[in-house]
């Protein structure tokens, strides 16, 4: 086989080429490792490789429903025992986990070969790939632009060509964003869909969860089939799935009643790009059958914002602790990661947990809006692919932050509430990029982002599907009935298969 061959099959067809004996995985292994020497250099999508690992599983026997596919997993709570999980950060370069991650269990009995983690930015925070610690990721269709965060490694892996499928996980829209922005295939599954034992219960209070990356359904599909499923312990248990997703997707959606909205949810300015790919989704959608309106549940898309941001500030501030307990330095953070850090500190105990009550009234209300329609449609992100920087600290905002937290006096002035007010501008500049994704984190609703569109400049945009809670598999069927409508499988940048 080679590379144009590779690239022409989905993880599943591998799988069936490896099963039938036409290719033997240490071939495909082959390829992947060489697909990634010949990309590296423009895409950085992969921060560590792990060949040897990747030989060792190939000398034992195989088996599972990807048997010998060439696999991916992230930096970022995909544990591999004796490998270390850095975050993306210099604080966790020496934290070498002693137990797999239930994920990469699920993924090694499933017979995937794991040959290296994707790059990420620092601890998941940002949307965008470019962490101090491995420098930033680039998007194949642009290599000027992002490929998203924070899955962005794992996405831009995809759509170089060295992966067909790769794991990743979404705490606000970190599966599909990256999808989005690298015209793939991201899934956000209900909240308990997918274990996070052993080491994590629950992480960012059940907004972040598994999944995968991936170029069709079908492998989507599988993947969920062989991740979903409690561990004990686990605080959520949701009910499985009446049949397996592979199966389900073989089956018609029926007609659906589908809401859609291309308004900001914090009232900021929505490319016309994505207005353009809603609209075209909406119109693909009538042709299939499907009754289309516009509609969207009645939240507050400013409070969910500050509620989320409530989120991220706790939980950096309390990984930043963790870390320090095993031996870092404030200065092994990132400045806009101490920042962070600093406001979650200095944020009350009653107010954060005040704000994590109210996620229930998000749910309440998404949950009456599924009362009437099957799915909500948005723009995944409000833009195409950004350029490197946008939406960064300037300079001046970075030095000023870095000498008031090296002085001692950041953690001072967010106590006292000075600061807040410059961190909502920053966190709603950076949101105005992706406000549409971080409603089905709070909620534990399934999403997912699909690529049926793309600019004049030829960039991918995906389109956003939010169901009700544990409704992956009508999700998936229509994702599949889209597919087989506009098919989107063999749209990879030129360069990549040249």
Known sequence: MNFAEYARHDATGLAELVASKQVAPAELLELALAQNARVHGKTNAICRLMEKEARAQLARSLSGPFAGVPFLIKDIAHDYAGIPTTMASRAFVD????NHANLVRRCL????????????????LRAVTDSRLYGRANNPWDLNRTPGGSSGGAAAAIAAGIVPMAAGNDG????????????LVGIKPSRGRVSLAPAWSEYWLGASCEGVISRSVRDTARALDFLQGAEPGDPFVITPPEIPYAQAIERPPGKLRIGYSVRSPIGTEVHAEAVTAVEKAAALLRGLGHEVEEAAPDIDGDVLAQRYQRLFLGFTAAIIAEAKAMGARSADFETLTRLAGALGKATPVA???TSHLRWNDFARAFGKFHQSYDFLLTPTAAYPPILHGEGDLSAAQEKIFDLLERAGVLSLLARTGILEGVVKEIARKNLRFTPFTQLANLTGTPAMSLPLHWTVENLPLGVQFVGRFGA??????LARQLEEAQPWFDRLPDWVTQ
Do not use: M, Y
């Open 109 to 124: 009995d499933a017979g995937l070969v794991i040959f290296g983690k994707t790059n990420a930015p620092e601890l998941g």
């Open 351 to 353: 107010t954060f947990l």
């Open 172 to 183: 606000g829209g970190s599966i599909r964003i990256p999808a989005s922005h690298c015209g």
């Open 472 to 477: 992956e598999g009508l999700l998936l069927q």
């Open 95 to 98: 934290f070498v986990p002693k």
